[in-house]
Nanobody, 114 residues
């Protein structure tokens, strides 16, 4: 059974940084990818970035240059480094893992406010 768990959310001032972590327990060692979405109140969940366990990345245009996704394949853990945070980045951030089946975490709240 694959379990996905995020951590690292919180309150940060505009212009600040946060690093989110996500571990996919039981995902195995075959090809898989992990990524991040976010969902602001009243809005749809939107894709931010994804990375394969071999390190190939993809970013949504809205976060390109500010957010960086990385992976520690040995730990089945993905990170999302978020810099230059803006109030509009406030949302619940969800991690997922996919090895042919998609597994979602519970989400972690990120609030950007002064």
């Amino acid at each position: 059974q694959v379990q996905v768990a995020e951590s690292g959310g919180g309150l940060v001032q505009p212009g600040g940084s946060l690093r989110l972590s996500c571990t996919a327990s039981g995902i195995g060692t075959s090809m898989y990818f992990m990524g991040w979405y976010r969902q602001a109140p009243g809005e749809q969940r939107t894709m931010l970035a994804r990375i394969t366990n071999s390190g190939s990345t993809y970013y949504a245009g809205s976060v390109q240059g500010r957010f960086t996704i990385s992976i520690d394949s040995a730990k089945n853990t993905v990170y999302l480094q978020m810099n230059g945070l803006k109030p509009e980045d406030t949302a619940v951030y969800f991690c997922y893992a996919n090895n042919g089946i998609t597994y979602w975490g519970q989400g972690t709240q990120v609030t950007v406010s002064s």
